[in-house]
C-alpha cells in the first residue's frame, strides 16, 4: 500500500530547503557511526545496483562511492534533498519518488537496499509492505540496511509539521518481524540509546538459494 497524496505531499512540505540544508550538517556527525556499519554492508556484497530508498542529502552513496561502488542510485521524495544529493555524490543516478513504490525496478535487479531512517514515515501496514517490495528486489545474497527511530508511538516532529505528515517509532521486534515475513535473514542489529532517541540498526540478507 503506497502513501496516500496527501501523506506524500506532507513528507514533501516538511523536508523543505531549509530542512535539507540542517539534516547535511547533521549528517557530518552521523557519518561517524554510519561508516563502520556500511563498511560490513557493503562486504560481501555481490556486484550490482546498490538502492537507497531514501537517500536523503547522499551521504551514505557518496561514502559507498568513495570504497568503490560504481552502481549508486538514490530516490528521495523531496527535491530538496535530491539537490544536496546530487552535489554530494555526482557518480551516482538519483530520481524522485517514493520508497514504498520504486517505479521501474525490477525483482531481483539491486545487489542492496537501504532505508535509513524513513520508515517512520509510513504506517505500519505500508511499511511492512515496503520491507517487502524491497527484499524482492535483492538479488540472492544481496542485502538490506533499515535503520530507524526505535520504540512505539507517534513522534513529536514540532507545531509547524504538516497535519497529515506520518511519524511513528516501531519497536526492535516489529521491525525484525517485518524483514523475517519478508524472507530475509537478519544477521547483524545493533540497538543505540540516546537521549534524543533510540534507534535500531538492522543488516538483513536475501537467502542465496532464494527467487525474487
Not at 512540505?13 to 550538517?25: C, H, N
Not at 563498511?39 to 530508498?53: C, H, K, M, S
Amino acid at each position: 500500500m503506497a502513501s496516500s497524496s496527501a501523506e506524500v505531499v506532507a513528507t514533501q512540505s516538511f523536508y523543505s530547503e531549509e530542512t535539507a540544508e540542517f539534516y547535511a550538517k547533521t549528517m557530518v556527525d552521523e557519518m561517524t557511526k554510519l561508516r563502520p556499519r556500511l563498511e560490513r554492508f557493503a562486504a560481501g556484497l555481490p556486484e550490482g545496483v546498490i538502492l537507497d530508498t531514501s537517500c536523503g542529502t547522499g551521504d551514505m552513496l557518496a561514502f559507498l562511492a568513495s570504497r568503490g561502488r560504481p552502481a549508486l542510485h538514490g530516490v528521495d521524495l523531496s527535491a530538496a534533498m535530491l539537490a544536496k544529493a546530487r552535489a554530494r555524490c555526482p557518480t551516482a543516478a538519483f530520481t524522485q519518488g517514493d520508497m514504498t513504490v520504486l517505479e521501474g525496478w525490477e525483482a531481483g535487479s539491486c545487489a542492496g537496499l537501504i532505508s535509513s531512517f524513513a520508515v517512520h514515515h509510513l504506517k505500519a501496514d505500508q511499511a511492512a509492505e515496503a520491507v517487502r517490495r524491497w527484499a524482492s528486489l535483492l538479488a540472492p545474497g544481496g542485502k538490506l540496511f533499515l535503520a530507524g527511530w526505535e520504540g512505539s508511538g507517534d513522534m513529536d516532529c514540532g507545531e509547524d509539521a504538516p497535519k497529515d505528515l506520518v511519524a511513528r517509532k516501531y519497536s526492535r521486534a516489529t521491525l525484525e518481524s517485518w524483514l523475517k515475513d519478508a524472507g530475509l535473514a537478519v544477521c547483524d542489529v545493533e540497538l543505540e540509546k540516546d537521549e534524543m532517541g533510540d534507534s535500531v540498526y538492522f543488516q538483513a540478507t536475501k537467502p542465496a538459494a532464494a527467487t525474487a
